[in-house]
Nanobody
Framework: QVQLIESGGGLVQAGGSLRLSCAAS????????MGWFRQAPGKEREFVAT????????RYSDSVQGRFVISRDNAKNTVYLQMTSLKPEDTAVYYC?????????????????WGQGTQVTVSS
């Protein structure tokens, strides 16, 4: 059974930074595009960032462009989300997801596997 396990969430002040990690197991990690999504209370799950299988292509939502960086280490089966200049509106549960495709995907419906999520809370 495929597992995606996120870590690195927590409570941080506005303007601070956090680095999320997502460790994948039981899948051919190099064959999967990876994505980060987030969901705030009462809101739909929204796209944050995605990276292709090699790490050579990335895309971001407009709300995080220039503040967040997605990266991956295929030798460690891990994808990262470096978050800087955090704002209270970034508060959400952050999920990583895997998509067995070489193209980038922005819709949750395009992803095959999901982690359990990690809470990020940004205080003002």
């Amino acid at each position: 059974q495929v597992q995606l396990i996120e870590s690195g969430g927590g409570l941080v002040q506005a303007g601070g930074s956090l680095r999320l990690s997502c460790a994948a197991s039981r899948l051919a990690f190099g064959d999967y595009g990876m994505g980060w999504f987030r969901q705030a209370p009462g809101k739909e799950r929204e796209f944050v960032a995605t990276i292709n299988w090699s790490g050579g292509r990335t895309r971001y939502s407009d709300s995080v462009q220039g503040r967040f960086v997605i990266s991956r280490d295929n030798a460690k089966n891990t994808v990262y989300l470096q978050m800087t200049s955090l704002k209270p509106e970034d508060t959400a549960v952050y999920y990583c997801a895997a998509r067995r495709a070489y193209s980038l995907g922005r819709s949750p419906n395009e992803y095959d596997y999901w982690g359990q999520g990690t809470q990020v809370t940004v205080s003002s």
